[in-house]
T-cell receptor, first 112, second 112 residues
Framework: NAGVTQTPKFQVLKTGQSMTLQCAQD?????MSWYRQDPGMGLRLIHY???????DQGEVPNGYNVSRSTTEDFPLRLLSAAPSQTSVYFC???????????FGPGTRLTVL | GQQLNQSPQSMFIQEGEDVSMNCTSS?????WLWYKQDPGEGPVLLIA?????ELTSNGRLTAQFGITRKDSFLNISASIPSDVGIYFC????????????FGKGTKLSVKP
């Protein structure tokens, strides 16, 4: 099992550009989530999904979109990047609930 | 909103020392989790606690779910160099709407 994979590992964007952060898991987990981590902060939940076709907002959803067309994939879309979205983004998954999540290696995003 | 207050923010360890850190809140939670994050990687689950008063060990790590359900403690015995990193507490309320929230982390470094 590859676990939770994220691409790209690093990305630099200009303000206003859009992009998609990819996340995939091969553990047949129903629950998937996206977090952002800023210096000196814990992880903050952006969006989550309890299964294919079902998504919901977390604590900091503004400026981000998600969709879940398959169990395996949960992409995060930045619609119009802003410098405030400079952060490290982590995707995570777990069997059915937010408990005991497995985290991916992260995507480090810089918006200029 | 719900917040987790994690302390200390940082600490220095000498090999062989015991380490203690804690996480407190004014809110009641049904689940407490402890994660460790190494530089450039995603958090890894160390211990999960599901019952008030529960004491659980994982090797040299021991964590407790506070009896009031508002706090949790993590102890590391006989620390070794590979214990350095950032330790996060996380907690979740009950029901389907209970998302995981994270503390800001305790950074463990080696004494110079």
């Amino acid at each position: 099992n590859a676990g939770v994979t994220q691409t790209p590992k690093f990305q630099v964007l200009k303000t206003g550009q859009s992009m998609t952060l990819q996340c995939a898991q091969d553990m047949n987990h129903e629950y998937m989530s996206w977090y952002r981590q800023d210096p000196g902060m814990g992880l903050r939940l952006i969006h989550y999904s309890v299964g294919a076709g079902i998504t919901d907002q977390g604590e900091v959803p503004n400026g981000y979109n998600v969709s879940r067309s398959t169990t395996e994939d949960f992409p995060l879309r930045l619609l119009s990047a802003a410098p405030s979205q400079t952060s490290v983004y982590f995707c995570a998954s777990s069997l059915t609930s937010p408990n005991e999540q497995f985290f991916g290696p992260g995507t480090r995003l810089t918006v200029l | 909103g719900q917040q987790l207050n994690q302390s200390p923010q940082s600490m220095f360890i000498q090999e062989g020392e015991d380490v203690s850190m804690n996480c407190t809140s004014s809110s009641i939670f049904n689940t407490w989790l402890w994660y460790k994050q190494d530089p450039g990687e995603g958090p890894v689950l160390l211990i999960a606690l599901y019952k008030a008063g529960e004491l659980t060990s994982n090797g040299r790590l021991t964590a407790q779910f506070g009896i009031t359900r508002k706090d949790s403690f993590l102890n590391i015995s006989a620390s070794i160099p590979s214990d350095v990193g950032i330790y996060f507490c996380a907690a979740r309320g009950g029901g389907s709407q209970g998302n995981l929230i994270f503390g800001k982390g305790t950074k463990l470094s080696v004494k110079p």
